[in-house]
């Protein structure tokens, strides 16, 4: 919807489930939504992540939505209440590249999310048809633990590149956007809690890891 380069040869992927955002206070409405629309909720763990997270099962089409609700917490934890309601059909852009730099084992299909991302939309200091890489800056300035992530995984977008058919030209472009960003985490001023956080380093783990995701589509009481 937001990326058309998706769509290209070495950049297409495909696509196991469909995740949503929404508010808290809109839970009630989204489970009469999916009940009307024949998908069967993950009653267990809905009941036990439902204040946050909400999992819906289509059985006879094998889909999944995967529901966060004014929060997105994986490896890291973003409070997307405000944001959500910036676009009319996605999170604004640097969220969406936010929920793939938050991952600490990333893998393919994740990079060339990202990819996709970086190559059809500029890093900018504004939401809409550019990245903020102004609101991704100041959110890693307050975490040092989110800034260690995101640019250990900028490093790691920078070198996956070469392997997705562009041309060089491409490359370059993509590249510059890459380290524009990174040098936008890098010159934002550091908050103490950072700092502090910084000393520590790596001795201390900076990220939580999820459980390890069931069958995309599992019955209703998996």
């Not at 297409?12 to 409405?29: I, S």
């Not at 991302?117 to 200091?125: F, R």
């Not at 989110?146 to 070198?159: G, H, I, Y």
């Amino acid at each position: 919807m937001r990326c058309p380069s998706a769509s290209r040869e070495g950049l297409r992927r495909d696509y196991v489930d469909m995740d949503l955002v929404g508010h808290e206070k809109q839970t009630k409405a989204i489970k009469n939504f999916f009940a009307e629309m024949e998908y069967q909720p993950r009653k267990r763990f809905n009941a036990m992540m439902g204040r946050k997270r909400l999992i819906f099962n289509d059985l006879d089409n094998h889909r999944r939505v995967d529901i966060f609700l004014d929060v997105f917490e994986m490896c890291h934890r973003f409070d997307f209440a405000e944001r959500v309601e910036l676009e009319a059909l996605t999170l604004p852009l640097a969220d969406l590249l936010m929920t793939k730099l938050q991952i600490v084992q990333i893998n393919d299909k994740d990079l060339r999310d990202m990819a996709t991302l970086i190559m059809d939309h500029d890093v900018g200091s504004a939401d809409g048809e550019t990245i903020n890489g102004s609101y991704i800056a100041r959110l890693c300035s307050n975490d040092w633990g989110v800034f260690k992530t995101f640019t250990s995984n900028l490093l790691r977008l920078e070198a996956s590149l070469d392997g997705y058919g562009l041309s060089s030209s491409e490359i370059d472009g993509a590249r510059a956007k890459i380290r524009r960003l990174g040098d936008l985490i890098e010159r934002e001023p550091k908050s103490l809690a950072w700092r502090l956080r910084a000393r520590v380093g790596e001795r201390i783990a900076w990220y939580e890891l999820p459980e390890p995701d069931r069958a995309v589509v599992a019955g209703p009481f998996d």
